[in-house]
C-alpha cells in the first residue's frame, strides 16, 4: 500500500499591513487586522497564539449577537496585555481568520474586569457600501446605540462587570493604536508572538 502523500504547508508568516495616507488636510491610516468572530454570531472564538489557530472561547451567556465582525490588529499591545481589539462594520459578515485591510473611524471606550478594554471602530477599505465613512460621527447615530448597547450588556449574564465611557473620534483611535504599536515594539512579546495564517 503506498503512503500517503506529503502535502505541501498552507501556512505563512503573518505580516500585518500598516499604511498612512492622506486624506485633506487630515491623515487617516489602514491596517490589517485578523478576524476571530463573524457579525452576527454569538459564539466567541479566540485566537490561540500558542496553537496557531482559532479556539471556541465559549457561547455568549446572552442572546446578544456581536454587530460587527470582531477581532484584532496584529502586533499591538493594548492596556490590557492584549492585542488591540477592533470593530469591523462590514455589508456581510466574514470568517474566523480572515486578514482584512480596514481604516479605524473610531474607538468606543470600556473597561472590564481587567482593566481599560477600548474598541477601535473600523470600515473595510473594500467594502464600498462602507469605505466612506471617516469618522464615527459619519455612522447612524441608531447603530451607535446599538454597538454601545451591546458591549454594556453582553457579560451581564457571566456575571463579569463592563462599564463604559463613550465615544472618541477617528484622531483619538489613530493615536490609541499608534500607543499600542510602540507599546508593543517595546516588549518582549515582538520576539514571541509570531504566527501563521
Known amino acids: 500500500m503506498d503512503a500517503a502523500p506529503v502535502l ?115 470600515v473595510p477599505v473594500s467594502d464600498p457600501i462602507w469605505s466612506n465613512n471617516n469618522d464615527i460621527s459619519d455612522l447612524n447615530p441608531h447603530r451607535l446605540k446599538e454597538i454601545e448597547h451591546f458591549f454594556q450588556v453582553y457579560k451581564d449574564l457571566e456575571k463579569k462587570k463592563v462599564d463604559t465611557g463613550g465615544w472618541g473620534n477617528a484622531e483619538e483611535a489613530i493615536k490609541i493604536y499608534h500607543e499600542c504599536v510602540q507599546r508593543y515594539e517595546q516588549s518582549d512579546l515582538k520576539k514571541k508572538r509570531t504566527f501563521t495564517i
Open 8 to 122: 505541501p504547508s498552507i501556512f505563512c508568516t503573518f505580516v500585518p499591513l500598516h499604511k498612512t495616507t492622506k486624506m485633506g488636510k487630515k491623515t487617516n491610516i489602514t491596517f490589517d487586522v485578523l478576524i476571530e468572530i463573524p457579525k452576527g454570531s454569538r459564539n466567541k472564538y479566540e485566537y490561540d497564539f500558542v496553537l496557531n489557530k482559532i479556539r471556541f472561547d465559549r457561547m455568549l451567556f446572552s442572546s446578544m449577537m456581536y454587530p460587527g465582525d470582531y477581532g484584532f490588529v496584529p502586533e499591538t499591545l493594548a492596556l490590557d496585555k492584549d492585542p488591540l481589539d477592533v470593530l469591523v462594520m462590514g455589508t456581510e459578515p466574514t470568517y474566523p481568520m480572515v486578514v482584512m485591510e480596514v481604516k479605524p473611524i473610531g474607538v468606543f471606550h470600556m473597561t472590564d474586569e481587567k482593566g481599560p478594554d477600548e474598541k477601535i471602530i473600523c
